[in-house]
């Protein structure tokens, strides 16, 4: 399943980047995992929108991001920016379960090695109704992000 969950995440950034949004990152599993292996930072600039697709214990999917869920207009996008050092994250979980927001700290420690901890919201997003739903609705989640974002970007156009 795993293989088929980062195929899609490909998928996801590729399209966001030929419908010419070039500041988005999609971590799928194996780029956090072999971070985590071979004890890489993540550097990104601030300006990048990031979005990160965790296996919580290897049961589970959740989608971690930067992209705040208020902002629903282009002027907005940019009045509300901040540095990415200060900005909220936001995780999108079909169990609304608050302790899985607890495994985005691994990739915090690979972006901010010199903090202890970063604010995290759980965004209140569709449930899964079947044990097997989470990467489903977890490429839902990621897909809308990239969609509202590239889609925001194009009304300026």
Known sequence: MERHIDLAIDYIEKTA???GYQNLTVYNN???EEATRNNFFLHESPEIDKIFILNVKNIHWIVLTNINPQISSYPNYFNEW???SHQEWY???SMSDPN???DASQVFQMMYPQKNWEKVNLVNVEQQIGSNDCGLICLANAQIKK???VFLLSIKI
Request: positive net charge.
């Open 30 to 32: 194996w780029k956090i």
């Open 82 to 84: 901040n540095d990415t």
């Open 147 to 149: 969609i509202r974002i």
């Open 17 to 19: 980047v030929f419908r």
């Open 100 to 102: 899985n927001c607890c």
């Open 91 to 93: 995780v999108y979980d």
